[in-house]
């Protein structure tokens, strides 16, 4: 190399080509801002650590003096009016780059209808809340179809394309992995072939769907506690046993997708150009709802066949003995109540095939299906077998702390 090229090699950089590049410092850490080219075109914006003693080479010992300095980072979520620095901190929540205006929006109606059926509006809300009060918590959304081309993909690119940066797609194994500083601060998390059919993974997700905070933990980097804002979006094929809901659960909303009529390949591009005026209308239209929960909607609003259908797939064959045996002496004897103690069930599991235990059946009545016994031992009237009678029950008094369950609590477990 001549002294000349040495020379040139050490000039920073003209005004041009620094312009392009971009650098801030956090806390004690610097950091490059670059553009990430991306697979389907477009770029997404990172921040790569960068080193103090290469910048001073590449543009001179002064320049580390001019980069943007904050004291550290945080997350606020914000859409109609995004901060990108609050205080001295960085706000890691990405803005949307949607500019709400005016317009026609049909194709992202027909959509929002497809999905939510007749309950369109509730969907509606759904939409508008994840826009405008990005913190509000909110039922766990669970689409499920056995069918092809339903249109559940495509749900969820449209909210990827709606609010861009701030949604991120998940695999089953993400929530079983302790690493999660890619979506922990995220406004949506999506799985698009959700099957968490273990105790555990249903038990983090309802947690992760209702905690205000969250324990943060990168490789190598210390665990963080952040506020956890998240919202979850579940597709699966499987409509009996996605995921472990148990009876009287209220956080999820499950919704059983039919089959598109028509198959537009570029149903999507249309979604994404209609955006800005879907915007313009979540930002003026009147919630349809109050907040009724810690999840918005009161959980009667959410109870759907497709949500009864998983809770009924995930009892053991006890709980599913004594429900239908219940069932059958109601019809049998013409009565909407029944009243029983645990050994009187016992008895008449006999014939079934199904050995149970005392506690096994008291479990199955107070944490399955909610029900108290009697406070005191009173005298009730429940049935027994008995095939000379033409229903096979016949009445008999006892006297205990018996259990009362009726014909509608038994049709909504």
Not at 258 to 263: F, G, I, P
Request: with cysteine.
């Amino acid at each position: 190399m001549t002294a000349k090229e040495e020379k040139d090699s050490q000039r920073p950089p003209s005004d041009s080509v620094m312009a392009k590049e971009e650098f801030i410092r956090v806390g004690t850490t610097l950091y490059k801002l670059v553009n990430q080219p991306r697979l389907n075109g477009g770029y997404v914006k990172k921040r790569i650590v960068w080193n103090n003693e290469t910048l001073r080479q590449d543009y001179g010992r002064d320049y580390l003096a001019t980069v943007p300095k904050y004291d550290g980072f945080c997350t606020v979520p914000e859409h109609a009016r995004y901060q990108p620095v609050i205080g001295k901190f960085l706000n890691l929540y990405e803005p949307i780059d949607h500019r709400p205006e005016e317009g026609d929006f049909t194709h992202i109606q027909s959509l929002v209808r497809h999905i939510f059926g007749e309950q369109y509006e509730l969907g509606m809300d759904y939409l508008q809340l994840l826009y405008l009060h990005p913190v509000q918590k909110l039922p766990i959304l669970l689409l499920v179809s056995e069918e092809r081309n339903t249109g559940k993909s495509t749900f969820l690119n449209f909210l990827k394309a709606l609010f861009q940066n701030n949604v991120t797609f998940n695999t089953n194994e993400d929530f079983r992995t302790q690493f999660n500083s890619d979506w922990a601060g995220k406004l949506l998390i999506l799985v698009d072939e959700v099957l968490l059919n273990r105790r555990e993974d249903s038990e983090r997700l309802k947690n992760l769907s209702t905690t205000l905070s969250y324990k943060m933990e990168a490789k190598g980097k210390d665990r963080d506690e952040i506020a956890f804002f998240a919202k979850f979006v579940l597709c699966s094929n499987n409509e009996y046993l996605p995921v472990i809901i148990d009876a009287g659960e209220t956080r999820y909303w499950v919704r059983k997708i039919d089959r598109l009529q028509s198959d537009d390949t570029d149903f999507l591009q249309k979604l994404k150009a209609e955006i800005p005026a879907f915007l313009h209308f979540l930002q003026r239209r009147n919630l349809s709802t109050e907040k009724e929960s810690r999840m918005w909607f009161a959980p009667s609003l959410l109870h759907t066949e497709a949500l009864r259908k998983i809770i009924r797939s995930n009892r053991n064959r006890l709980e599913i003995e004594i429900h239908e045996l219940i069932l059958d002496i109601m019809e049998s004897v013409g009565t909407d109540t029944f009243s029983f103690c645990p050994n009187d069930i016992l008895v008449l599991l006999v014939n079934t095939q199904v050995k149970a235990e005392k506690h096994q059946v008291r479990k199955v009545l107070q944490e399955c299906w909610k029900l108290t016994p009697a406070p005191n031992g009173l005298t009730y009237t429940t049935y027994q077998l008995n095939y000379n009678r033409e229903c096979r029950y016949e009445p008999i008094r006892r006297v205990g702390r018996y259990y009362t369950i009726t014909r509608e609590q038994l049709e909504s477990l």
